[in-house]
T-cell receptor, first 115, second 110 residues
Framework: GAVVSQHPSRVICKSGTSVKIECRSL??????MFWYRQFPKQSLMLMAT?????????EQGVEKDKFLINHASLTLSTLTVTSAHPEDSSFYIC???????????FGAGSRLTVL | SQQGEEDPQALSIQEGENATMNCSYK?????LQWYRQNSGRGLVHLIL?????REKHSGRLRVTLDTSKKSSSLLITASRAADTASYFC??????????FGQGTILTVHP
């Protein structure tokens, strides 16, 4: 089946630094990738939609300059949390869509802790 | 994209019992999907039921769909401790964009 690899699974960084999270579709080409954020005991919040070769579309309230998304190829999208602060600590999950039956394949998530 | 509303918010059962959770939605759909999220992990797609289907099975999972009531149910039979997770329903779109409700948190006690 379709597999999405997300890396790193855990990252700890100092306040003010930037962190990059990668999302790769391993055995299929993803026309669209989605980035979610999840706080403890809460549901997933859609942050942005990433299409290969074009600018990401951000959901209302998500700072595009804070959360930089790049979708350079049909198998790779990256999320960079710039100038991270403790309130950016969260669980970030990507998913990839390859068309067809509208089923999303999710990565395992990346837990970011900003000290 | 519309999101489903899962009910109940939390469900606690003993191993071996059946677990039933429900999903309601507002507008017409092409298909409805159920996902599972284990704690601290990404989501896993469980099953998809199309709008012209009424019932679908996959292993210990049984999904029903009632488009007249705009509702679906997910039944997990003979539950196991490993079924402990959050369960989400969602309606497929033509471009994959999904938003999520609060889900049902299922706890299966050994």
């Amino acid at each position: 089946g379709a597999v999405v690899s997300q890396h790193p699974s855990r990252v700890i960084c100092k306040s003010g630094t930037s962190v990059k999270i990668e999302c790769r579709s391993l055995d299929f080409q993803a026309t669209t990738m989605f980035w979610y954020r999840q706080f403890p005991k809460q549901s997933l919040m859609l942050m942005a939609t990433s299409n290969e070769g074009s600018k990401a579309t951000y959901e209302q309230g998500v700072e595009k300059d804070k959360f930089l998304i790049n979708h350079a190829s049909l198998t790779l999208s990256t999320l960079t949390v710039t100038s991270a602060h403790p309130e950016d600590s969260s669980f970030y999950i990507c998913s990839a869509y390859s068309g067809g039956a509208n089923v999303l394949t999710f990565g395992a998530g990346s837990r970011l802790t900003v000290l | 994209s519309q999101q489903g509303e899962e009910d109940p918010q939390a469900l606690s059962i003993q191993e071996g019992e059946n677990a039933t959770m429900n999903c309601s939605y507002k507008t017409s759909i092409n298909n409805l999907q159920w996902y599972r999220q284990n704690s601290g992990r990404g989501l896993v797609h469980l099953i998809l039921i199309r709008s012209n289907e009424r019932e679908k099975h996959s292993g210990r999972l049984r999904v029903t769909l009632d488009t007249s009531k705009k509702s679906s149910s997910l039944l997990i039979t003979a539950s196991r401790a490993a079924d402990t997770a959050s369960y989400f329903c969602n309606m497929g779109t033509s471009y994959g964009k999904l938003t999520f409700g609060q889900g049902t948190i299922l706890t299966v006690h050994p």
